[in-house]
């Protein structure tokens, strides 16, 4: 099994920044893609930004310039930076993954608990 555990949300003023971090643990052979979610109050689960295991990314346009991700292949983690944080952007970030457990078959997709993120303006 694998487990994913974010930390770093919390409570910060408009024009701010917070780290978020999601470490992996378990079996884990390889992790492919990784990805930041996000689920604001009355709003669907969207997807932020994705970084691949070769280190590509992409974002959702509301974030560009602003987010970034990155990851730590050696310790199974991935990040989230945010800058010049926006009321708009409070929500839940969840962190998601595929993971290999061994060399062969196919990957696995895993959800952590979610960490809450709080924009005041």
């Known amino acids: 099994q694998v487990q994913l555990v974010e930390s770093g949300g919390g409570l910060v003023q408009a024009g701010g920044s917070l780290r978020l971090s999601c470490a992996a643990s378990g079996i884990i052979f390889r992790i492919n893609d990784m990805y930041w979610y996000r689920q604001g109050p009355g709003k669907q689960r969207e997807l932020v930004a994705k970084?691949?295991?070769?280190?590509?990314?992409n974002y959702t346009d509301s974030v560009k310039g602003r987010f970034t991700i990155s990851r730590d292949n050696v310790d199974n983690m991935v990040y989230l930076q945010m800058n010049s944080l926006k009321p708009e952007d409070t929500a839940v970030y969840y962190c998601?993954?595929?993971?290999?457990?061994?060399?062969?078959?196919?990957?696995?997709?895993?959800w952590g608990q979610g960490t809450q993120v709080t924009v005041s303006s």
């Open positions: 998601n993954a595929d993971v290999k457990w061994t060399r062969f078959g196919g990957a696995r997709n895993y």
């Open positions: 970084i691949t295991s070769g280190g590509s990314t």
